[in-house]
């Protein structure tokens, strides 16, 4: 099935500052999905990449799928302590279900 | 929204219980539930895959006996969690999807502490 790498595994920022997640595999992908989980709370979607070198962007947070559909990014410009948690790229296949990486934890200090 | 609820959000019980863990699709019908667990400060496990009117998929290394995962109808799945030890405390998550790759719909967690 497909796996996931993500890196880093912790990021701590100061207010301000970007922060960049990373997902790797060395599958072609059908799609990465990216997801948010808040301390203490559950994993809420954010969006969905399909295609080759996708690019999305929701509000400070850009999305990018790689060319060869085997890499992503989510990339947050400006971190704000509203941005604290962990990020997950996840993929799946069809009906398989969905495989996580690892996660990025994300701290701001304010 | 589609809304996955998941009941109870915590419970605490005694070695040796049996625990059960409820997962509802509010608004949509889910042919496939899936079920999660997850460790302090670590990632989402997959624990099992639940089907509608079949037996549940399991990944390898998750006892099925233990876990006992029932999906009778298209809006709920259960997990019960059998003869629970310390060592099964963690929090369970269940998603459900519309579809074939769309978005999963997390529901809120169960917090489970065995003592």
């Known amino acids: 099935g497909q796996q996931v790498m993500q890196i880093p595994q912790y990021q701590h920022v100061q207010e301000g500052e970007d922060f960049t997640t990373y997902c790797n595999s060395s599958t072609t992908l059908s799609n990465i999905q990216w997801y948010k989980q808040r301390p203490g709370g559950h994993p809420v979607f954010l969006i969905q990449l399909v295609k080759s070198g996708e690019v999305k962007k929701q509000k400070r947070l850009t999305f990018q799928f790689g060319e060869a559909k085997k890499n992503s990014s989510l990339h947050i410009t400006a971190t704000q302590t509203t941005d604290v948690g962990t990020y997950f790229c996840?993929?799946?296949?069809?009906?398989?279900?969905?495989?996580f990486g690892k996660g990025t934890r994300l701290s701001v200090i304010a | 929204g589609a809304v996955v609820s998941q009941h109870p959000s915590w419970v605490i019980c005694k070695s040796g219980t049996s625990v059960k863990i409820e997962c509802r699709s509010l608004?949509?019908?889910?042919?496939?539930m899936f079920w999660y667990r997850q460790f302090p400060k670590q990632s989402l496990m997959l624990m099992a895959t639940s089907n509608e009117g079949s037996k549940a998929t399991y990944e390898q290394g998750v006892e099925k006996d233990k876990f006992l995962i029932n999906h009778a109808s298209l809006t709920l799945s259960t997990l019960t969690v059998t003869s629970a030890h310390p060592e099964d405390s963690s929090f369970y998550i269940c998603?459900?999807?519309?579809?074939?790759?769309?978005?999963?719909?997390f529901g809120q967690g169960t917090r489970l502490t065995v003592v």
């Open positions: 998603s459900a999807r519309k579809g074939s790759n769309t978005e999963a719909f």
């Open positions: 608004d949509f019908q889910a042919t496939t």
């Open positions: 996840a993929s799946s296949s069809g009906n398989t279900p969905l495989v």
